[in-house]
Structure formats: structure tokens, C-alpha cells
């Protein structure tokens, strides 16, 4: 390339501001105002303004470390119906019995589990978890069934407080 031959470039170069007199910005606030947040530094992306202050960060519940601002969620463990083949025909698909043949882990007990339909499936099995439409196709398909796990529900004590049509035949 030729340095004769250039194209000629009709764009300036960007001011660099705060940079003294030379910068061609002026030098002494350099187009920041006087004083303030703003003319002394960057504000922060939590700054809410004046009146506000940080109340945002104060209605939050108090968390110290590293993963203070993530979600505490527990994601559920998902299943292929490819991996449940190894299961012999006619076996309860539980999470118990999906540990014992270490196709998942321990800490599927507390997240859950969820059988998905990538795959296919030859065995016939008895699956009570949580499906998938894919999978629930597939198992019925290979002759299983599927039925939801129930979910255990809590017993609620009654309150034996006077109900209004009570009270009314009282007077």
C-alpha cells in the first residue's frame, strides 16, 4: 500500500476529557458541571437518587459472601426414558429406585426428578414420577403406565370458632 494513496479520512479524533488544556476540552470541570457525584467519578448502577438512598438494598433479607444476589433455586434432576432400559420389566419407577441403580444422584431426593422423552424404551415399567407428554407417550408405548406421585397433604385442624349464623341464634 501506498501512503500516497490513502483515502482520506473525514471523521476527528473523539475529545479526552479531564485530560488538561491540550485536550481541547476546556480543563479545568471539562464539561462536568462544578461539583457533585458526577463531576468526581462514575455513579453506581444501585444509586436510586438522593431521597431514596440505598432503601432498595435495605428491604432486602440480609446475606453475606460470593452468591448473596442469586437465586437460591434447586433445579429438578431430568431423565432420558433412554437411561431407564436397564430397569427389569414391571418395576415402580421411584426416585429410590432410580438411586439404587445410580442412574441419579443423592441430591435428587431434594431437588426431584422428572423423566423426559429423549430416546426410546423396551421395558415395561410402572412410573410414579413426573413426566414429560414425550416420555408418558413412550412409556405407554412400551406398554407401562404412568401415574403422578401424591403429593403428601398436610392435615388442617379445624378452628372451632362461632361461625355468624351462630352467633345470631345466641341473641
Do not use: C, W
Request: charged share 30%; aromatic share 2%; hydrophobic share 30%.
Amino acid at each position: 500500500m501506498n501512503l500516497s494513496n490513502r483515502p482520506k479520512t473525514t471523521e476527528g479524533s473523539k475529545k479526552r476529557l479531564g485530560r488538561g488544556y491540550g485536550s481541547g476540552k476546556g480543563g479545568h470541570t471539562v464539561g462536568r458541571g462544578t461539583k457533585g457525584r458526577k463531576a468526581r467519578g462514575k455513579v453506581p448502577l444501585q444509586f436510586e437518587g438522593v431521597a431514596a438512598g440505598s432503601s432498595f438494598y435495605k428491604r432486602l433479607p440480609l446475606l453475606r459472601g460470593k452468591g448473596k444476589l442469586k437465586p437460591d433455586t434447586k433445579k429438578i434432576v431430568g431423565v432420558n426414558v433412554k437411561y431407564l432400559n436397564i430397569l427389569k420389566k414391571d418395576t415402580q419407577v421411584t426416585i429410590e429406585t432410580l438411586i439404587k441403580h445410580h442412574i441419579v444422584g443423592e441430591k435428587a431426593k431434594e431437588t426431584g426428578v422428572k423423566i423426559l422423552g429423549d430416546g426410546e424404551l423396551s421395558v415395561a415399567l410402572a412410573v410414579t414420577l413426573p413426566t414429560s407428554k414425550g416420555a408418558r407417550e413412550k412409556i405407554e408405548k412400551a406398554g407401562g403406565t404412568v401415574g403422578e406421585q401424591k403429593e403428601k397433604q398436610v392435615a388442617r385442624k379445624e378452628t372451632k370458632s362461632p361461625s355468624i349464623k351462630s352467633t345470631q341464634k345466641l341473641k
